[in-house]
Every structure is written in C-alpha cells, then in structure tokens.
C-alpha cells in the first residue's frame, strides 16, 4: 500500500527554522518526483517545492526562494524539506505529494498521491 508520512511540523517563532520528513512505501521511491504543498486557512493550497527521483534537480516557489532547500535520500525512501527564515505566512498544513515519473512542476494535478499533512505554525 502506497503511504506518505509527513513529520516535522510545529509552532515556531518568527526567524526560526523547521525541518520536515516525507516518509514513502508500498512504491519505487526513486522513480518518482516528490512535491511539498501547503494551504494556509481560507486559502488555496499552492505549491513550495519538489525535488527528482535522482535528486539532481530541483525547483522552489518565488516565496520561499533563499529560505527554504529540498532533499531526498532514496536510500530512506524520505524527502527533506528544511524551513529557515520562517515568517508568519509560512504558517500552513504542509503536504508531501509523489508524481510517477512527474515533471518538476508546482501544481497539484500534476500529483498522484498525498500524505496527510503536517502544521506548521510561525508566531511569536
């Protein structure tokens, strides 16, 4: 059974850092482009950045540019998002998303499968 687990999340305060997991089975791990998406309360959730099945390429939202980096190790079968910089609009549920043989876009359709989120919560 294909899973995602996402892990990390947590309030933290204004210029602090957070790392968060993805954790994948039941699936070829490698052969997939993983995502991570956020929504923020009464907004639509919107791309923040994925990562390719052999981790040479990479691509992040104009918002996070800078703050945030991406990472996989296949060996683990988890991804890496880590946070730094945080600001009170980052705070979101962040969602970790696989694409089969996807292309490195931010947009959901382009996703096949879905964790279930993890709260990320920036204040002071």
């Known amino acids: 059974q294909l899973q995602l687990v996402e892990s990390g999340g947590g309030l933290v305060q204004p210029g602090g850092s957070l790392r968060l997991s993805c954790a994948a089975s039941g699936f070829t791990f490698r052969y997939y482009v993983i995502g991570w998406f956020r929504q923020a309360p009464g907004k639509e959730r919107e791309g923040v950045s994925c990562?390719?099945?052999?981790?040479?390429?990479?691509n992040f939202a104009d918002s996070v540019k800078g703050r945030f980096t991406i990472s996989r190790d296949n060996a683990k079968n988890t991804v890496y998002l880590q946070m730094n910089s945080l600001k009170p609009e980052d705070t979101a549920v962040y969602y970790c998303?696989?694409?089969?043989?996807?292309?490195?876009?931010?947009?959901?359709?382009?996703?096949?499968?879905w964790g279930q989120g993890t709260q990320v919560t920036v204040s002071s």
């Open positions: 998303a696989a694409a089969h043989f996807g292309s490195l876009v931010l947009d959901e359709s382009s996703y096949d499968y």
């Open positions: 990562i390719s099945g052999s981790a040479g390429s990479t």
